[in-house]
């Protein structure tokens, strides 16, 4: 693969940069938002809402879905021999399915909170290559734990500038 000399950022964005990857940048510095202090503190508090609100929604379908299963066994079907592929299917395939059903399409809101921020913040590759830049800095001066949890409290007077 040839490489490529892109001088105007905006094209590189626009023809090599996909709605996926904004997303993925937008989340990196969600996840370490104490390091950096990008993002407001109402809007990460509406991010850690929707994480909830996904991982509430789909283990409760799982959970769901495996009691279902159980309380069929017991009431409906009362075998009285053990088949490992119908119990594997029951008590596996079946509350997995329910799980990924849940999340492709009863957590859409959640998604679509992800992507309002991506839109509202517009981190693009550059802002992505300076965080790490921050961290690959703290890390040469083995002081990376105390950079990560300080965040933007880390006193870099005390790291060297290369």
């Known amino acids: 693969m040839k490489n490529l000399k892109l001088t105007n950022f ?17 989340k990196y510095f969600y996840q370490y938002n104490n390091c950096f202090g ?15 609100l996904e991982k509430a929604r789909t283990y409760s379908a799982f959970l769901s879905m495996s009691c ?14 053990f088949k490992p592929t119908k119990f ?20 859409r809101d959640v998604e679509q909170t992800f992507h309002d921020m991506t839109e509202k913040y517009q981190f693009g590759v550059e802002q992505y290559h300076q965080g790490m830049e921050l961290m690959t ?11 990560l949890e300080k965040g933007v409290d880390f006193d870099w007077s005390t790291v060297e500038n290369e």
């Open 10 to 26: 905006e094209e590189f964005k626009k023809n090599y940069l996909d709605e996926n990857d904004k997303i993925k940048v937008f």
């Open 38 to 52: 990008l993002i407001s503190q109402e809007d990460v508090q509406d991010c850690q809402q929707a994480e909830f």
């Open 68 to 81: 279902l299963m159980l309380t069929l066994d017991r009431t409906l079907f009362r075998r009285s021999s």
């Open 88 to 107: 594997l299917f029951q008590y596996g395939v079946l509350p997995m399915m329910s799980f990924q059903i849940t999340k492709n399409y009863f957590c």
């Open 137 to 147: 800095r703290a890390h040469k001066a083995n002081r990376l734990g105390e950079f």
